[in-house]
């Protein structure tokens, strides 16, 4: 009789998220442990269930209660079905909602609730769906969506993209809000600095509100018929909120108790955004996506609540295939670049990507999904999967953060007095410089500072009063704290852009400052001395330059003092030792090393990555001695070396694997992945193959590739993939 150990198999029903992605699987004398209730990896869906798009992440966000695909019930059930754990999304600012805007809801047409412009015309999002200034009617209808979400029996809600177009703040309806919140009559936002400034508060407080009073409601209700129903809101980052001029709560909803996180939505669309560096304006898509993501975990991590980042293998606006994998590929390096996050929402909209038809590059014919780019993604995804979260930190200097504010989005439209921020330089302007020498900056939410957490492990901060404002007297009362017991902070800002003087706490009530950095000068003892030294204030110093960051950006090599500054500051005055200037970021988190190499650098040298490593970028999973990455480029690579057992393991793979079970001499498992899609798996063997066979129920299935590698143990396997499994037995 074939002798053989079997590994049994354990389920435990972790509820703590923060197990879930420790401990989601391990191995204990010889014992596989499966967290059941795992919500890592997730993607969004408006369609029924199909095999060609059946991505196999734990999650499947169904989107819309009214949109085309269906009856909601049965698509929640379709999913389910297949084995996924099903949320709800829907749009909080705008959705499928005819129904509501034409008279079908109540008998009443509410078109006039849609966001005006100043010269009359509604925003629309789509036909008949206008952008919506939130009444209470209108959140009254949205209930009516959550709760039959709940009834079906999702068990978490997302309400997307809670956004107040800048450009807005016409309609009767927004005039009315105006009136109940301030007590008097409307202002056009266009005739001074301060209608704009108290139009963005009150665009950003109307959703605020908006989602505190739909999550209380969501926790109420499902608590009511026994459910514990969590609450996410997918938004963009502060950052390009602030640069496509959208109001939007952003870092204010992770104070409401109800939230339980965010989803980050980053993605080339919004990270191709072009930027000013060194006198020139184009996309950085890597270093964008790079603060973006900062910015979003930046924003939630102090508090401790769960955010899924997430990128998009093609984008919104139609481009080529060719720049989709390009910048894909960038973005997905940048969010991996943030090793205490391990929640991935892998994908929006798989039925667009798997379905859809774009163009390839010189070239005017639209083609579908190439196999190879298929390929490609599906190994990127199911790595996240099970790519851990890590203790490690990508290479460089830390411990210096950029302050950021949610009323960077006040100031960007209209303008005034003829104050421009081109491209929202006066933040970029103090990050990009540095970023792109190889400083993992980071960005700080100054609605944070109130949480211990915020400023722990910040050494040197940079700001400016050039492109936000203090919403409170109280962030000025803790950074002077933080300066005092060490801190090194350094200021940007002429501080004459016309938003300095509109009526806030800094000049009311008993204050009489002509703008708010005198009163976070005062707090510490000083005088506005804009010279550019550094200026000791109890253990802590601040260095104060009459000049906007904007300027930094704007011409060319105009960042060296800004640059010999931080240097200054992280070395000698916060005592962190000589900043790493470099051309490259480089990360290790368990198996996988993620490596990004700038452009525009003075180093055009390429980053060298000692093998055996697998390339995760190649759709044949090769097997490299070494890794060079080009400036301008990125990689995603498996160590080889880091797998020390001799179990057989599948190390890469274009399909998620199910039910795996070992003996002494077999490995067998199921893979699923999108049916008419192509599998390329290396898989970890104790000893050459003697025979691979695969079956799809009791049919035989081809195998297209079946290479041993005899310097690292891997075989290389490429066959057909389908969404129901294909069953692999490997005899060694």
């Known amino acids: 009789m074939e002798n053989f150990k079997r590994k049994a198999i354990f389920t435990l029903n972790i509820k703590n998220d923060f197990m879930k992605r420790i401990l989601f699987m391990f191995f204990f004398s010889g014992t596989f442990l499966l967290v059941q209730s795992q919500e890592k990896t997730a993607f969004q869906i408006a369609a029924p269930w199909n095999e060609a798009y059946d991505v196999r992440s734990d999650v499947a966000i169904i989107y819309g209660v009214n949109d085309a695909g269906g009856n909601f019930e049965q698509r929640v059930k379709g999913w389910r079905d297949k084995g996924y754990k099903v949320h709800f999304m829907t749009g909080i600012a705008w959705g499928q909602y005819q129904d509501y805007f034409l008279g079908q809801y109540d008998g009443k047409t509410h078109l006039d609730e849609g966001q005006v412009q100043r010269n009359g015309d509604t925003i629309w999002h789509g036909r008949n769906v206008p952008y919506i200034v939130p009444s209470a009617n209108y959140l009254g209808y949205l209930k009516t969506h959550l709760k039959r979400a709940i009834d079906a029996g999702v068990t978490a ?7 107040f177009w800048a450009r807005a703040g016409y309609s009767e309806a927004f005039k009315k809000e105006w009136k109940a919140y301030y007590g008097f009559e409307w202002r056009p936002q266009h005739e001074s600095p301060e209608a704009t400034y108290l139009s963005s508060k009150l665009k950003y407080q109307l959703y605020y509100n908006a989602l505190k009073e739909c999550f209380a409601y969501v926790k109420s209700y499902s608590k009511s018929v026994g459910k514990e129903v969590k609450c996410y809101v997918p938004t963009h980052s502060l950052l390009n909120y602030s640069s496509w001029q959208i109001v939007s709560p952003e870092a204010s909803l992770a104070s409401i108790k109800d939230v339980d996180g965010y989803i980050a939505q980053v993605w080339t669309g919004t990270s191709r955004e072009p930027v000013y560096f060194n006198g020139i304006k184009k996309e950085r898509v890597f270093e964008n996506a790079f603060l973006e993501y900062g910015s979003m975990i930046s924003m939630i991590q102090p508090t401790g609540k769960k955010i899924f980042l997430l990128t998009d293998p093609i984008e919104d606006r139609p ?18 670049l943030y090793p205490s996050v391990a929640d991935y929402e892998v994908m929006p909209w798989p039925s667009r990507i798997y379905l859809g038809k774009f163009k390839l590059e010189n070239s005017d014919e639209r083609q579908p999904i190439s196999p190879a780019y298929a390929t490609q993604m599906q190994v990127m995804v199911n790595a996240l999967n099970e790519i851990p979260v890590s203790g490690n930190k990508v290479n460089g200097s830390h411990g210096i953060g950029v302050l950021v504010s ?32 190889g400083v ?17 492990g910040i050494k040197v901060l940079i700001m400016s009063y050039a492109n936000m404002k203090p919403l409170n007297e109280s962030y000025h009362t803790v950074l002077a704290e933080w300066v005092r017991k060490g801190g090194v902070l350094i200021y940007y800002g002429r501080d004459n852009d016309p938003f300095q003087k509109v009526q806030e706490w800094w000049n009311t009530n008993g204050k009489r400052y002509n703008r708010p950095s005198e009163d ?4 510490m003892g000083i005088e506005n001395s804009n010279n550019g030294k550094f200026i000791k204030v109890d253990k802590g110093w601040i260095c104060i330059n009459s ?26 005055y916060a005592h962190a030792g000589s900043i790493v200037f470099k051309n490259h970021f480089l990360l290790q988190r368990g198996p996988y090393i993620i490596g990004a190499v700038m452009d525009e650098h003075k180093d055009k040298s390429p980053l060298k990555i000692k093998g055996p490593v697998i390339d995760l970028f190649d759709p044949g999973l090769p097997v490299l001695d070494s890794k060079e990455i080009s400036p301008g480029t990125q990689s995603f690579l498996f160590d080889i070396a880091t797998v020390k057992s001799e179990r057989p393991k599948v190390l890469a793979a274009a399909a998620r694997i199910y039910d795996e079970v070992m003996t002494d001499d077999s490995y067998t498992f199921i893979a699923k992945s999108p049916s008419n899609t192509i599998n390329a798996m290396r898989i970890r063997l104790p000893k050459p193959p003697k025979a691979v066979n695969v079956y799809r129920n009791t049919e035989v299935v081809d195998i297209y590739t079946n290479a041993w590698d005899a310097g690292t143990k891997t075989i290389l396997l490429r066959l057909p993939n389908y969404s129901e499994g294909v069953s692999i037995k490997i005899k060694w």
């Open 157 to 163: 809600i997302h309400l997307e993209e809670p956004e």
């Open 406 to 437: 949610n009323s960077m989005m006040f100031q960007r439209f209209p303008t005034h007095a003829g104050y421009e921020d081109p491209q929202l330089s006066n933040f970029y302007g103090m990050a990009m410089p540095l970023l792109k020498r």
């Open 520 to 523: 976070l000068f005062g707090k």
């Open 547 to 572: 000049s906007d960051p904007k300027e930094l950006v704007l011409s060319g090599n105009a960042d060296d003092t800004f640059i010999e500054q931080v240097e200054q500051a992280y070395k000698v």
């Open 440 to 456: 993992p900056v980071e960005t700080v939410h100054m609605e944070n500072l109130s949480n211990a957490n915020t400023l722990k």
């Open 319 to 336: 481009r080529t295939w060719d720049d989709y994998k390009r910048n894909y590929q960038a973005t997905f390096a940048a969010e991996l």
